[in-house]
């Protein structure tokens, strides 16, 4: 994937996530970046995400590897959840949620569930 890194959406203890956008067909995508050598996680989370075709997980879209700023990373490319995680939603919400949006959360997740115990 020929693309470009974009503003931060997240960023944790050893990796962090981007917003991309592919050159080529002009998409957005979440890439979650580590350096190669802290990279173990995510690895196996990508060897996890490949195998997923669950509409309510984030679609894995690859992987690869770049050297920027004299270092080697190791990047996953993610499905773009424009709304963001059900952690957003509850802050947005200043620590609540209305009745609605935490049935449509509740459902999402008990399907994502589903589908992983049909894989088993």
């Keep these: 994937m020929d693309w470009t890194r974009g503003h931060t959406l997240d960023r944790g203890s050893t990796a962090a996530v981007?917003?991309?956008e592919d050159h080529r067909s002009g998409q957005v995508f979440a890439v979650k970046s580590a350096?190669?050598?802290?990279?173990?996680?995510?690895?196996?989370?990508?060897?996890?995400?490949s195998t997923l075709k669950c509409p309510q997980i984030v679609a894995y879209q690859g992987c690869d590897v770049t050297f920027e700023n004299s270092a080697y990373w190791?990047?996953?490319?993610?499905?773009?959840?424009?709304?963001?995680t059900l952690v957003?939603?509850?802050r947005e919400q200043?620590?609540?949620?209305?009745?609605t949006m935490v049935g449509s959360y509740a459902r999402q997740i008990l399907l994502s569930l589903n589908y992983h115990q049909q894989e088993k």
Aim: proline content about 3%; cysteine-free; overall charge negative.
């Design 18 to 20: 981007y917003a991309i």
């Design 35 to 49: 350096e190669l050598h802290h990279s173990e996680f995510l690895k196996r989370k990508q060897g996890i995400l």
């Design 74 to 84: 190791f990047n996953l490319f993610m499905e773009y959840a424009p709304h963001g």
């Design 88 to 90: 957003d939603a509850v």
């Design 94 to 99: 200043n620590g609540g949620m209305e009745e």
